[in-house]
């Protein structure tokens, strides 16, 4: 048998860092959304019990590295499962790009082994289990659109935004999401508004959405990476209503309402980055089908 999952990416349109916790991670507060913008997971039945990688991507571990392995591994042994599995990943999404690709890969293979395997797991079984592969695959499960606190794996589900259009530019670079934690200066952060972004969601405010975001992450991926700033600069200069970095980085995305604008902004950057993607912000938890 065969079943096939999409993948979306995330952004985040507001990312707070509250402090430094016990176990090493952070304690976050932040608002996670889907774009259209996807992996393709495809899970097929193997005759043996073993667990096959098969993507033609050189920048993706093909091996027990790859999150989806990890996911799959984490299913077979919590549920005692003698199966195998040929897990394929056809990437769209750039790697180490702040867009959790590989956590969105790990939450595709766990819903789609739901299936497969007939388990009859819950989201909330699979997005808890999917929390002890990485802070964002709980996220991944649902998809849609939320405030995720702890260390992101605690997910509140809020309205979708209301509907435009995400432009977004990945340098050549590639970025440790823990290199970045590593270097945070606490004691030097502009903490965003994450509540009036909440609130600016839910009132399907644009405006507002475009107002409140901020991202506490990109002060340490900026100064390690001046290009990024750069893009930063370029993407409003074309004429994008509101201009953020990703996650830990290093893509930057940029927000634009009317699809007259758009042309201007992707070709624009296309100049600069050879990785440019113009999608819809999607945001709404059935986008996964
Ligand atoms: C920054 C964010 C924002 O959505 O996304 P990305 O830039 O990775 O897409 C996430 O917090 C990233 O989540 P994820 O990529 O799943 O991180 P994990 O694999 O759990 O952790 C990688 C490393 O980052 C650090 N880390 C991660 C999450 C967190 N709340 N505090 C941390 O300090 C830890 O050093 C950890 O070892
Ligand atoms: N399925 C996967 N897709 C992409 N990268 C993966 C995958 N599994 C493991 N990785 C590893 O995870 C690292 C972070 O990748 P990714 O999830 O794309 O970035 P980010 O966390 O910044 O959004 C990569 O350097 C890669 O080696």
């Not at 507060?29 to 039945?45: C, F, G, Q």
């Not at 508004?193 to 107002?211: L, P, S």
């Not at 370029?234 to 758009?262: H, I, N, W």
Request: aromatic share 6%; hydrophobic share 40%.
């Amino acid at each position: 048998m065969r079943v096939l999952e999409k993948a979306p990416a995330k952004i985040n349109l507001s990312l707070d860092v509250l402090h430094k916790r016990k176990d090493g991670f952070h304690e976050v507060k932040m608002i996670m959304t889907t774009i259209d913008l996807a992996d393709r997971v495809e899970l097929i039945d193997l005759p043996i019990d073993e667990i096959r990688i098969v993507s033609h991507n050189r920048f993706v571990p093909d091996d027990q590295r790859n999150l989806a392995y990890q996911a799959a591994k984490l299913l077979k042994k919590r549920y005692g499962i003698k199966r195998g599995v040929s897990i394929s990943i056809t990437k769209t999404i750039p790697v180490a790009a702040g867009l959790a690709g590989g956590s969105s890969d790990a939450a595709a293979t766990l819903r789609g082994l739901n299936r497969l395997w007939n388990l009859g797991l819950s989201f909330e079984q699979l997005a808890e289990l999917g929390s002890e592969i990485g802070s964002d695959v709980a996220f991944c499960v649902y998809g849609g659109t939320a405030l995720a606190t702890g260390r992101g794996e605690l997910i509140e589900h809020i309205n979708p935004p209301p509907h435009c259009w995400v432009v977004l530019a990945k340098p050549t670079i590639g970025v440790s999401t823990a290199d970045v934690y590593r270097n945070l200066n606490l004691n030097a952060i502009n903490h965003p508004n994450v509540d009036g972004m909440v609130n600016a969601i839910q009132n399907g405010d644009y405006a507002q959405i475009c107002h409140y975001m901020g991202n506490v992450l990109e002060s340490v991926t900026l100064r390690m990476y001046p290009e990024v700033a750069n893009i930063k600069e370029q993407m409003k200069r074309f004429g994008a209503d509101a201009v953020l970095m990703s996650g830990s980085g290093p893509t930057v995305f940029g927000l634009v309402q009317y699809e007259s604008r758009l042309p201007r902004v992707y070709n624009g950057l296309r100049g600069f980055c050879d990785q440019v993607f113009a999608v819809r912000m999607l945001g709404e938890r059935n986008s996964l089908d």
